[in-house]
């Protein structure tokens, strides 16, 4: 996802199917692209010392090509699979085999004590309770595993105990948003995120409730620098670090994160980022289609006519 601000040279590029690797011959395969990486990466260039840029310079086929004089197997074509849902597993859920997970949202993966908000003290009660399988989710979120059918209910007793919102009384915009660490954790960040994206969101419940879109899965993301690490370049709508409380706000990627964004304006202050949305969700909510996601119609009105409406909808705010 990484790119570094004010070099074209370096963007954020979509993984590409490469070949198809049976599990026990994972190894194998890791070690030569590694090796594959080691002759050919880029050392000239430390921005641009990544696999990707690889991938992208010399094409799939190619690549893929020059992988398989590596790979100690014949390669094989990756099957044609492709991803059509995103099933965030929150809640209780029945796994398959007679036991239950519960899934937990995790606000930016922050599990923490905070006036009546004890989510650590609730996670400590239930873990010392039921001795669960603990699994983490690529959206921050945490699952308990292999619990009894009747764990449900001492588990949502819990929650209301400890003050931790269940998952299915959270907006759907909470549910899919997320932010990387920032200030003061990471040497990297140059403005907030963890600490930010919750008021801002605040702000958004309001207004998609208000234009009645607060069913919509809107993925919402914000990193505090330009590497990517919470993937805002996917997102229905990426704020990304800038300066000081300046942010770039991208739209039209999507919940399944299949699909880059593009920018829709550059240093916009974090209090102004809901307002400057707002006329586009208005738009979106007269001008969508059946079924229509957000990003799904900011790609379809297209990045030029996006940052024109931007910036005739909010002109004279910045």
């Not at 690549?63 to 790979?71: P, T």
């Not at 239950?100 to 923490?112: H, T």
């Not at 709508?237 to 300066?243: E, F, K, M, N, T």
Request: with cysteine.
């Amino acid at each position: 996802m990484g790119m570094t601000h004010g070099n074209a040279n370096t963007f954020p590029f979509l993984a590409q199917p490469i070949c198809y690797v049976p599990a026990a011959r994972v190894l194998e395969a890791a070690e030569a692209v590694i090796k594959l990486f080691r002759d050919h990466g880029n050392r000239g260039d430390r921005r641009r010392a990544r696999i990707k840029y690889l991938v992208h310079d010399w094409g799939v086929e190619k690549f893929r090509s020059v992988l398989a004089g590596y790979l100690p197997f014949p390669l094989e074509l990756p099957k044609p699979i492709e991803v059509s849902d995103f099933p965030l597993h929150l809640g209780w859920q029945p796994q398959g085999d007679g036991k239950y997970f519960y899934g937990l949202s995790v606000e930016n993966g922050r599990i923490k004590d905070e006036g009546p908000f004890r989510l650590r003290s609730c996670l400590r009660l239930l873990v010392e309770r039921f001795q669960p399988e603990i699994r983490l989710t690529p959206t921050q979120d945490i699952l308990l595993c292999h619990l009894p059918h009747g764990a449900q209910a001492d588990i949502e007793r819990a929650l209301l105990e400890f003050g931790v919102t269940p998952p299915d009384k959270l907006s759907v915009v909470q549910r899919h948003s997320m932010a990387c660490p920032a200030i003061p954790t990471c040497g990297l960040a140059i403005t907030e995120s963890e600490r930010v994206l919750p008021g801002i969101i605040d702000q958004l419940e309001v207004e998609l409730e208000r234009l009645g879109l607060a069913q919509e899965k809107i993925s919402v993301r914000m990193t505090g620098c330009p590497n990517g690490c919470a993937r805002p370049y996917q997102s229905d709508i990426g704020l990304v670090g800038r300066s000081g409380d300046k942010f770039m706000v991208f739209v039209g990627g999507n919940v399944l994160g299949n699909r880059l964004n593009f920018e829709l304006c550059d240093l916009v202050p974090a209090k102004q980022i809901v307002p400057l949305l707002v006329p586009l969700l208005e738009k979106y909510k007269e001008e969508r289609k059946p079924g229509e996601g957000f990003g799904d119609y900011c790609q379809r009105m297209g990045m030029e006519r996006m940052q024109r409406l931007a910036f005739d909808l909010f002109h004279g705010v910045f």
